[in-house]
């Protein structure tokens, strides 16, 4: 619309008229742009039409099975995610005790949703995130508080896609800054086994990086010693996503001007607390935006621990669909996935070309 | 010799001031062996750990497993493969279909990136806006579902063979997958394919020609359409010379299911929509912000020199867009290739699913793993030499 007001005629002119200049400028300025607009306005109206009918129109709410949704209606059968909503945001995590998981997914997100806001970007922010993540492991291990104990092999759905996708990004983001440093490092053992950490986890798809969790990481340790599969999932998430972010803050240490490494050793300040109060400070703010990024992307890659069989959404989905009275409502399951992290993820990306316009405000002359 | 007494006092004067654990060499030597020993001292830990796990559970190291048979058989396979075959001949043929479907997936991803990024910046509002739909709707997805949605949609919601979709001519879509036509073999077509690189080897050298003569004369050579009249119409008049043998062998409803024609599994096609769609959106943007970074200065000033509109596209916006696009481009064809692993979710016979099956048949995990990784690892690795390399020469040159 913001070409519109520039082509805006006289004012006091009414609304059909300005549509119909601003449809004129924009979609019917030529012949050829005509038949196109026609073209592909009807073709999305009779999409969205086709959509809206599917799932509204002739849509089923209520039934008790897939035999009576499709005998009601020929659209969606909504009743399929009306039934197994539970099932798939929380999945195998005991029934009566959901209410704690239900707990940790609305805490993840308000602690995720804070620390957006650039206002919140400090020190106690992060001791709340400590706190937060104490109650969290304790709702969800329990065992104590008389809080009945819950295996985390039972931990399933939205709470486990959200403990993976940020307890990744928090761990994730400690190594990545260890390792782009290394990886800057005058120590050549260092950088070298900071880079070549970096290039295998950027060289292999993480599918390669889960399987050496799951299948690998059980043969090096020592016999009666165990990890549970959720931390092997984590582990490996983790390390694959510090190599992506150690690129990008090294592009952020890059692009610093070398007059910031020299002002500071200038003052004779110690490598840590160079790096600590100067040098980090720049680089990260500097790399922020694709560093968002790549969370959007951590957050989807997620959905890649349900083939080393976690119960994750895209997995308690997947089990959600194996239900003999609910069987081949794969489009009602998928659309009702796709929307959590469609929202969740565009929100991000949202965010992060905001934060892109906020952080630039103070280069801009 | 006096001076030198003295130096010599003060130096050491100077280091009896600063501890040797204060000088910066001794630290970073100290700290590089503690690296050393800390990181192949855990290796050697693990290690050890893993021979005495594997002789414990009477698993068998080495790649000695690849000489074995392999017992089980692969759907798909561009080469003769059956399970009496060995574990090596498995991994052949996965890697052939990894090949496969990257091949494709880039072509295809390619092509479709570019009409949405191009669609993106359409004076239309509409093309624009339904391209952001596109690109929007597509990268926040996970690929993994919607690898799950084009399968279910093959699987679930596509007919069977006898009322298959029938979205082209002699192609068709059902839950046995995508049939479509296949020129037959004719000995005629090897000749085709010599006038073909002919053309391209005379284009490459009329090119050569072509900028010494516009060195040397200014007179520009028009080689596009020279070279495109050598590599189209040679073969063109080869096939015609040679009695145009042209037979397409179509897809047939026969009994219950089609025969004749070419066709891609419904795995396979699965895989190939998820992932040309996922990756067009990402393709989208590059090519979009590639277009725009070239500076408007730059396609006026080449009209102030008087060139023409298609000059201007292929002399001035082109050359420098595609220094923009071409990085990002090939990390998306890296991911493409790194996302195609995922077809292990909906049983398409990759390299993955043929190394898994092996891990579970024989319980080399390692080994498999290993092969994998050192794969992976091969085409990224060299995808990136070959990138650097690019870089380096099309830098621009600072004065």
């Given at each position: 619309m913001a070409t519109a007001t520039t082509m805006l005629?006289?004012?006091?002119?009414?609304g059909a008229k300005r549509f119909g200049l601003w449809a004129r400028a924009?979609?019917?300025?030529?012949v050829g742009n005509g038949i196109i607009t026609v073209l592909f306005g009807g073709l999305a109206l009779w999409v969205l039409w086709g959509v809206f009918k599917w799932g509204v129109?002739?849509?089923?709410?209520?039934?008790?099975n897939m035999r009576a949704c499709q005998a009601a209606g020929?659209?969606?059968?909504w009743a399929f995610v009306a039934e197994k909503w539970r099932f798939i945001l929380f999945g195998r995590f005991p029934y009566e005790e959901q209410w704690r998981a239900a707990l940790v997914t609305i805490l993840l997100f308000g602690m995720t949703g804070a620390s957006f806001v650039p206002k919140l970007w400090r020190r106690e922010t992060a001791y709340a995130w400590v706190a937060v993540l104490v109650i969290c492991g304790v709702l969800m291990?329990?065992?104590?508080?008389?809080l009945a104990p819950v295996e985390s092999d039972l931990w399933s759905g939205l709470p486990l896609t959200l403990i993976l996708s940020l307890l990744s990004m928090i761990f994730g983001f400690v190594l990545a800054v260890f390792l782009a440093l290394g990886r800057r490092s005058n120590l050549p053992v260092v950088r070298l086994v900071c880079t070549v950490f970096i290039e295998v986890m950027r060289g292999v798809p993480l599918i390669t990086v889960l399987f050496m969790a799951s299948l690998m990481l059980p043969l090096f340790l020592p016999p009666g010693f165990s990890v549970s599969k959720v931390l092997r999932a984590l582990i490996a998430i983790t390390m694959f996503l510090a190599a992506y972010q150690a690129e990008d803050i090294r592009a952020g240490l890059m692009a610093l001007p070398k007059g910031q490494f020299e002002a500071a050793d200038a003052l004779g300040l110690s490598y840590w607390r160079k790096t600590k109060s100067i040098i980090l400070p720049q680089a990260i703010t500097i790399v922020i935006p694709p560093l968002v990024g790549n969370l959007i992307g951590n957050f989807k890659n997620t959905s890649l621990v349900s083939i080393i069989s976690l119960l994750d959404l895209m997995s308690t989905t997947q089990i959600a669909l194996i239900d003999p009275n609910w069987r081949g409502l794969t489009s009602e399951a998928y659309i009702f996935l796709g929307s959590i992290y469609f929202v969740a993820c565009f929100a991000m990306s949202r965010y992060s070309q905001w934060l892109e316009v906020l952080l630039n405000k103070g280069k801009r002359r | 010799m006096a001076t030198s007494g003295i130096a010599d006092r003060g130096s050491t004067e100077r280091s009896s001031d600063t501890k040797i654990w204060n000088n910066p060499t001794v630290r970073g030597v100290f700290w590089q062996i503690v690296l050393i020993v800390v990181v192949l001292g855990s290796g050697a830990y693990l290690a050890s750990n893993a021979f005495d796990n594997l002789a414990r559970q009477h698993i068998a190291s080495g790649f000695g497993f690849l000489n074995r048979e392999a017992g089980f058989d692969i759907s798909e396979k561009l080469v003769p493969y059956d399970p009496s075959d060995t574990y090596r001949d498995a991994f052949i043929v996965g890697l052939l279909n990894t090949f496969e479907v990257a091949g494709l997936g880039v072509v295809l991803a390619t092509i479709l990136g570019t009409l949405i990024g191009v669609a993106r910046l359409s004076p239309n509002w509409l093309v624009s806006k339904l391209a952001q739909c596109y690109v929007e709707l597509w990268r926040n997805l996970p690929l993994l579902l919607q690898l799950f949605f084009w399968y279910a949609i093959m699987h679930v919601a596509a007919p069977g063979p006898r009322d298959a979709?029938?979205?082209?001519?002699?192609v068709f879509v059902s839950n046995r997958g995508l049939m479509f036509p296949m020129p037959v073999a004719d000995p005629s077509h090897k000749l085709i394919w010599i006038a073909f690189f002919v053309g391209i080897a005379a284009t490459i050298g009329l090119d050569w020609w072509g900028r010494k003569r516009q060195e040397a004369t200014g007179t520009p050579f028009p080689i596009l359409g020279a070279g495109a009249a050598l590599i189209i119409g040679l073969p063109v008049i080869v096939f015609l010379a040679t009695g145009a043998h042209l037979t397409l062998d179509k897809p047939v409803m026969q009994g219950f299911n089609f025969s004749g024609g070419s066709s891609f599994s419904p795995e396979l096609t699965a895989l190939l929509i998820g992932l040309v769609v996922y990756t067009a959106s990402y393709i989208a943007e590059i090519v979009r912000s590639g277009i725009l970074a070239v500076s408007h200065g730059q396609t006026e000033a080449a009209g102030a020199l008087g060139l023409q509109r298609g000059k201007v596209l292929r002399l001035i916006v082109l050359p420098q867009a595609l220094r923009v696009i071409i990085p990002p481009m090939t990390s998306q064809y890296l991911n493409l290739t790194k996302n195609s692993t995922l077809a292990v979710a909906i049983g398409f016979p990759d390299l993955v699913f043929v190394a898994q099956t092996q891990i579970n048949q024989t319980g080399q995990a390692i080994e498999g793993i290993g092969i994998i990784m050192a794969t992976y690892l091969a085409i990224s690795l060299s995808i990136s030499l070959l990138m650097n390399i690019y870089n380096a020469r099309i830098a621009l040159k600072g004065r």
């Open positions: 005629p006289a004012p006091g002119a009414n924009n979609l019917f300025n030529s129109l002739d849509a089923v709410f209520v039934a008790p020929t659209g969606a059968c291990w329990g065992g104590v508080l008389g | 979709w029938n979205p082209l001519p002699d």
